[in-house]
């Protein structure tokens, strides 16, 4: 989910459990969507994108769902792996070059 | 390939000082951006350069400059740092295409006491 303050919300799943990540976009008009991650001391990495002509994709353990009457967006990842750890969050294209970041979830793996 | 590179990687800076944040690409890219990332807020976004030759701000200008020097490099410059300036900032890039995934440099993480 979305930052309310200083404190990133945090997902604690044990290690090969489905780990679900939930967002809720604000630009009803964003036509495009992707997913972040982003380890300790490292800048973000793409996982995975979804167009809005979608509802849900797929990817190699990872699946996006986009539910646009709601404007939420969710991240699964399947039989979630120590290496997983990290904070995950998405970002909405909503035309041109800018695109709204999310503040993201924390995820943490227990093993 | 490289990537995205940021240099420094870390910088300590008093209140007043000025610096040059540096970022480079071999990725072809014709888009880059500067961007800024608080503890528990999303990344916000400074300037972009959408192409050589062309810069815009993002959300949150004030107190910064850009340069695109070229298609691979594009420079942030805080003249006169304020602690509030205390953050990390990331560089990416992005194809100019329809998709909009960017690649992220590693970050600099600025200190302004």
């Known amino acids: 989910g979305e930052s309310v303050g200083l404190h990133l919300p945090t997902l604690s799943v044990q290690e090969g459990d489905n780990s679900i990540i939930n967002c809720a976009y604000s630009?009803?008009?964003?036509?495009?969507f992707i997913w972040y991650k982003q380890e300790s001391g490292k800048g973000p990495q793409f996982i995975i994108d979804?167009?809005?002509?979608?509802d849900k994709r797929q990817g190699q353990r990872v699946t996006v769902l986009l539910n646009k009457t709601v404007k939420h967006l969710s991240l699964q990842i399947a039989a979630t792996q120590p290496g997983d750890s990290a904070v995950y969050f998405c970002?909405?294209?909503?035309?041109?070059?800018?695109?709204?970041f999310g503040a993201g979830t924390r995820l943490f793996v227990k093993a | 390939n490289a990537g995205v590179t940021q240099t420094p990687k870390f910088q300590v800076l008093k209140t007043g000082q000025s610096m040059t944040l540096q970022c480079a690409q071999d990725?072809?890219?014709?888009?880059m951006y500067w961007y800024r990332q608080d503890p528990g807020m999303g990344l916000r976004l400074i300037y972009y350069s959408a192409s050589e030759g062309t810069t815009d701000k993002g959300e949150v200008p004030n107190g910064y400059n850009v340069s695109r020097l070229n298609k691979r490099e594009f420079s942030l410059r805080l003249e006169s740092a304020a602690p509030s300036q205390t953050s990390v900032y990331f560089c990416?890039?992005?194809?100019?295409?329809?998709?909009?995934?960017?690649?992220f440099g590693p970050g600099t993480r600025l200190t302004v006491l």
């Open positions: 630009n009803s008009a964003s036509d495009y």
């Open positions: 970002a909405e294209h909503t035309g041109g070059f800018k695109t709204i």
């Open positions: 979804i167009r809005s002509n979608m």
């Open positions: 990416a890039t992005r194809t100019g295409t329809s998709t909009d995934t960017q690649y």
């Open positions: 990725m072809n890219h014709n888009s």
